[in-house]
């Protein structure tokens, strides 16, 4: 694996890269990095590329944040990377992310993989259950700032016990200024496309896999089906598994 980092809008993003192949780009959940995406996706055939969101990881920015912003630090990888065009995706948060850079930047997504959507576009808004659960995130987000990065430890105890140790490593290395300008922005119920509509701008071929939980819910995965124009929706916890038949 290779570690690299790639300048974005004056700021000094990171990003890791493995594998030959069609290039992949996959983009990680919110308050992750890009290790929690390579938990699961190093085996993919593919050239698989995993960056660091601005604002989180270690590509520090104290914000604002912006959904176009982020997209534009998408393209600017794939640009760095000399890469025309690619497979764009991530899950959660990081499905926003991709979203927008297809809806931004077009000419690079050749395919597009919506993991477990949060962000149905501003016409649908932030159901109750997600507004409740990123306003407790941001809140203990914000106090990173006075406080340290150990404002977050809270949330490490709604993980299986396996992963405290872990999850406490890698909260550790994040920045407190980037971490509270994330957590302001996926509270802040800002959306990565306004109405359903948009998404039929889409053009390249999608594999949707919907969320399992309240902050994922069916309502913003039945955005995506409704209005992408060539949808493959595959029900599966088997993210590296479905990826690869997209291939």
């Known amino acids: 694996m290779k570690e690299f980092r790639f300048d974005a809008a004056g700021a000094s993003l990171f990003a890791t890269e493995s594998g030959e192949g069609q290039p992949l780009i996959f983009i990680h959940g919110g308050l992750a990095n890009q290790q929690s995406v390579r938990l699961w996706a190093s085996g993919i055939p593919a050239r698989l590329i995993t960056p660091d969101l601005r604002g989180s990881g270690k590509s520090h920015d104290p914000g ?3 959904w176009e912003r982020l ?8 640009a760095h990377l ?9 899950i959660s948060f990081g499905s926003g992310a991709a979203v927008a850079t297809a809806l931004r930047h077009p000419g690079l997504v050749e395919k597009l993989v919506v993991v ?14 997600q507004a409740e659960a990123m306003a407790a995130m941001d809140a203990l987000g914000s106090r990173t700032v006075a406080e340290g990065i150990e404002a977050l430890f809270p949330l490490i105890q709604r ?18 200024a ?3 300008a994330s957590t302001k922005l996926m509270a802040s119920g800002a959306q990565p496309f306004a109405r359903g509509e948009d998404l039929a701008k889409i053009a390249a071929p999608v594999l ?38 997209l291939l």
């Open 159 to 176: 993980m299986p016990p396996a992963l405290h140790e872990r999850a406490r490593a890698v909260f550790a290395t994040y920045d407190p």
């Open 71 to 78: 997209a534009d630090d998408i393209a600017a990888l794939a």
């Open 64 to 66: 604002p944040l912006t």
């Open 116 to 129: 477990h959507p949060a962000y149905g576009g501003a016409e649908l808004g932030l159901l109750p259950a």
């Open 82 to 90: 000399g890469i025309a065009r690619a497979i764009v995706g991530g």
């Open 178 to 180: 980037s971490v509270a």
């Open 208 to 245: 949707l896999i919907p969320g399992v939980d309240p902050t994922h819910p069916p309502e913003v995965a039945n955005v995506y089906r409704s209005h992408l124009r060539a949808c493959t929706v595959r029900d599966t916890p088997d993210f590296a598994a479905a990826i690869g038949e």
